[in-house]
T-cell receptor, first 113, second 113 residues
Framework: EPEVTQTPSHQVTQMGQEVILRCVPISNHLYFYWYRQILGQKVEFLVSFYNNEISEKSEIFDDQFSVERPDGSNFTLKIRSTKLEDSAMYFC???????????FGPGTRLTVL | AQSVTQPDIHITVSEGASLELRCNYSYGATPYLFWYVQSPGQGLQLLLKYFSGDTLVQGIKGFEAEFKRSQSSFNLRKPSVHWSDAAEYFCAVGGNSGYALNFGKGTSLLVTP
């Protein structure tokens, strides 16, 4: 069964460093999303991406964040200069159509020291 | 603005007992409602969704949920819980298909022998 994959599963970085979280959405999907979940808190929407551009973003998704689909398979989230409060589980999701189910990846746990 | 409330942070039930997880939403129009389950170390898996029509929806793994507009609720039920149902359960609302999901804080389900 097709699934969304994410790498790495756990990333540890120093405050101020740049990180890139990688996602491989399901191959025929067109809509892509990033969410995050700070420990003990709810899953929060960051950004959605369609047709090679951001279609929606939340207040969390400030200038420190960017997304890219560098090739036909990967979807990346870059945090330019990490802060302690960026420590969270980051989930990637994709869907085939606007009405379709969002399929989530297993997440990347980001720890900023 | 959309919001989702899951009043119960933790619930413990005995194996074989019935289960009801509560979800209340706030949304100005007809919401699109979802229940996801997350097992440890796994991504979010869709249990069921409500877009329109019959207010009682059936999902995977024997789960069902009922949309009650008058109570702004979308409670998840299962008549007989199995030990493998122990997980984190998230209710989510989406404004229109294709839009981002707004999640509740989740309910952690523990199943005792």
């Amino acid at each position: 069964e097709p699934e969304v994959t994410q790498t790495p599963s756990h990333q540890v970085t120093q405050m101020g460093q740049e990180v890139i979280l990688r996602c491989v959405p399901i191959s025929n999907h067109l809509y892509f999303y990033w969410y995050r979940q700070i420990l003990g808190q709810k899953v929060e929407f960051l950004v959605s991406f369609y047709n090679n551009e951001i279609s929606e973003k939340s207040e969390i998704f400030d200038d420190q964040f960017s997304v890219e689909r560098p090739d036909g398979s990967n979807f990346t989230l870059k945090i330019r200069s990490t802060k302690l409060e960026d420590s969270a589980m980051y989930f990637c999701a994709s869907r085939a159509t606007r009405e379709g189910e969002q399929f989530f990846g297993p997440g990347t746990r980001l720890t900023v020291l | 603005a959309q919001s989702v409330t899951q009043p119960d942070i933790h619930i413990t039930v005995s194996e074989g007992a019935s289960l009801e997880l509560r979800c209340n939403y706030s949304y100005g129009a007809t919401p699109y409602l979802f229940w996801y389950v997350q097992s440890p170390g796994q991504g979010l898996q869709l249990l069921l969704k409500y877009f329109s029509g019959d207010t009682l929806v059936q999902g995977i793994k024997g789960f069902e949920a009922e949309f009650k507009r008058s109570q702004s609720s979308f409670n998840l039920r299962k008549p007989s819980v199995h030990w493998s149902d122990a997980a984190e359960y998230f209710c989510a609302v989406g404004g229109n298909s294709g839009y981002a999901l707004n999640f509740g804080k989740g309910t952690s389900l523990l199943v005792t022998p």
